[in-house]
């Protein structure tokens, strides 16, 4: 006797379930694949050269914005010395600056120690 089965009066041969791959032509399968990773290498260099973009303009706005503050604050700086004012934290806190870096800390320090200022 064989190995196939009677379901529904139909004999059914055993085998693999799902569909037989078809077939399909191996050199244009590799050429639908090159193509498609053509075409990715081309979204990915788009992608970059805009994202490069995008930070090339952005490190300019923070540039110009830079500059704009600098010249801010010292012009603020101008006008509180002319005020009289020699003491470089009520400078620094007449212009706005809260947060003292280390150059500022350093400036400070010396400020309290040296006799001219006081």
């Known amino acids: ?8 009066g139909k004999a ?13 032509d191996l050199k244009a399968k590799l050429e639908r694949s090159r193509q498609s990773a053509r075409e990715c290498r081309a ?6 050269q ?5 930070v090339s ?6 540039c110009a914005l830079r500059e704009e503050l600098e010249m801010d604050i010292s012009s ?8 009289g004012i020699s003491d470089i934290c009520v400078v620094l806190s007449k212009v706005g600056v809260s947060s003292l870096s280390g150059n500022q800390r ?3 320090t010396l400020d309290s120690q040296s006799p001219v200022y006081h």
């Open 76 to 83: 603020d700086i101008h006008v509180v010395l002319s005020e």
């Open 1 to 8: 006797m064989d190995d196939s089965k009677v379901v529904g």
């Open 12 to 24: 059914k041969k055993p085998g693999k379930r799902g569909r037989k791959p078809a077939k399909i």
């Open 106 to 108: 350093m400036l400070q």
């Open 50 to 54: 805009y994202l490069e973009e995008l």
């Open 57 to 62: 303009s952005r490190e300019r706005a923070i």
């Open 43 to 48: 979204r990915k260099k788009l992608r970059y």
